[in-house]
């Protein structure tokens, strides 16, 4: 059985949808399933928006040491991150509010940021690199979508442009060319990669890889599913990207187990088949 094989029968074994793209950077070989169908982002989307941040940061627009200061009204309508709960009043820089909405998603810290900026920007901005099934909607995802929900309201993607931009963040660690492409300094570029390898969430991606790989990434979830992108590591040299994104998961599988744990699985489960097959 190929590795494609593999991955394909993983996705055939649920009842909900699954697209993906995996890249051998190793050998340049791809396989990828529905990877250009749009579908639902989550909080995968902020990669884009750190990224356009970081330009508008490197053209002088926006201050990456611009104090912040929390405000109550910052944690409305908020479902993740740890801000929400904490005490108005705390300032933070803008940098740090990029860290946070990348590393624990918190969408206090999103807020922080596309304040800075406009949807229009950030839209624009990815169909400037390539990226263009993904179109940036909303500040923050309404909290009380239904499950069912239709792809218009919500931030969408596809699993290709991911794949597109966390190449171009890989490639922009030594080239001048993929630096001018995302519009950023090489320490803003440098500053991003290690933002995404802080990632402090471990499910979807990590779950089923040795405990100690290195993998640059940003999770997501959603009422239709839950979805991650990231680059992993081997022997701290890229290994591969991978980006994986689960749809219409049920609330709960016939055998009781909810739909997200499954669908969290499944990803953990590509990403090891992907780990294996590329070493043999």
Same mark, same amino acid.
């Given at each position: 059985?190929?590795?494609? *094989?593999?991955?394909?029968?993983?996705?055939?074994?649920?009842?909900? =949808?699954?697209?993906? /793209? %995996?890249?051998?950077? +190793? @050998?340049?070989?791809?396989?990828?399933?529905?990877?250009?169908?749009?579908?639902?982002?989550?909080?995968?989307?902020?990669?884009?928006?750190?990224?356009?941040?970081?330009?508008?940061?490197?053209?002088?627009?926006?201050?990456?040491?611009?104090?912040?200061?929390?405000?109550?009204?910052?944690?409305?309508?908020?479902?993740?991150?740890?801000?929400?709960?904490?005490?108005?009043?705390?300032?933070?820089?803008?940098? *740090?509010?990029?860290?946070?909405?990348?590393?624990?998603?918190?969408? =206090?810290?999103?807020? /922080? %940021?596309?304040?800075? +900026? @406009?949807?229009?920007?950030?839209?624009?901005?990815?169909?400037?690199?390539?990226?263009?099934?993904?179109?940036?909607?909303?500040?923050?995802?309404?909290?009380?979508?239904?499950?069912?929900?239709?792809?218009?309201?919500?931030?969408?993607?596809?699993?290709?442009?991911?794949?597109?931009?966390?190449?171009?963040?890989?490639?922009?660690?030594?080239?001048?060319?993929?630096?001018?492409?995302?519009?950023?300094?090489? *320490?803003?570029?440098?500053?991003?990669?290690?933002?995404?390898?802080?990632?402090?969430?471990?499910?979807?991606?990590?779950?089923?890889?040795?405990?100690?790989?290195?993998?640059?990434?940003?999770?997501?979830?959603?009422?239709?599913?839950?979805?991650?992108?990231?680059?992993?590591?081997?022997?701290?040299?890229?290994?591969?990207?991978?980006?994986?994104?689960?749809?219409?998961?049920?609330?709960?599988?016939?055998?009781?187990?909810?739909?997200?744990?499954?669908?969290?699985?499944?990803?953990?489960?590509?990403?090891?088949?992907?780990?294996?097959?590329?070493?043999?």
């Amino acid at each position: 059985m190929t590795t494609a *094989d593999t991955l394909n029968a993983i996705c055939n074994a649920q009842p909900f =949808v699954t697209r993906f /793209m %995996v890249r051998n950077l +190793l @050998t340049g070989e791809e396989i990828t399933r529905d990877a250009d169908e749009e579908t639902p982002s989550g909080s995968t989307r902020k990669t884009s928006i750190m990224m356009a941040a970081l330009k508008a940061a490197h053209e002088g627009r926006i201050n990456l040491d611009e104090p912040i200061t929390y405000e109550k009204r910052l944690a409305e309508e908020v479902a993740s991150g740890m801000f929400r709960f904490m005490t108005p009043g705390i300032v933070i820089s803008l940098r *740090d509010a990029i860290t946070g909405m990348m590393v624990l998603s918190d969408n =206090v810290c999103t807020k /922080m %940021v596309l304040e800075r +900026l @406009t949807l229009a920007e950030v839209d624009g901005y990815c169909k400037a690199l390539g990226m263009v099934n993904t179109h940036h909607r909303f500040l923050i995802p309404p909290l009380a979508l239904p499950a069912d929900h239709a792809l218009t309201t919500v931030t969408t993607t596809s699993a290709a442009d991911q794949v597109l931009l966390l190449q171009t963040v890989l490639d922009a660690q030594s080239s001048t060319q993929a630096q001018e492409k995302l519009g950023c300094s090489a *320490d803003l570029c440098g500053f991003a990669m290690d933002t995404l390898k802080h990632q402090v969430l471990r499910y979807g991606i990590r779950s089923r890889l040795p405990f100690e790989t290195l993998v640059a990434s940003k999770s997501g979830r959603g009422k239709r599913g839950r979805m991650d992108a990231g680059i992993v590591y081997k022997d701290r040299a890229p290994f591969f990207i991978i980006t994986a994104y689960t749809d219409d998961v049920p609330q709960v599988m016939p055998d009781g187990t909810p739909g997200y744990t499954v669908s969290l699985e499944t990803i953990g489960r590509l990403a090891e088949a992907a780990w294996n097959g590329f070493q043999s």
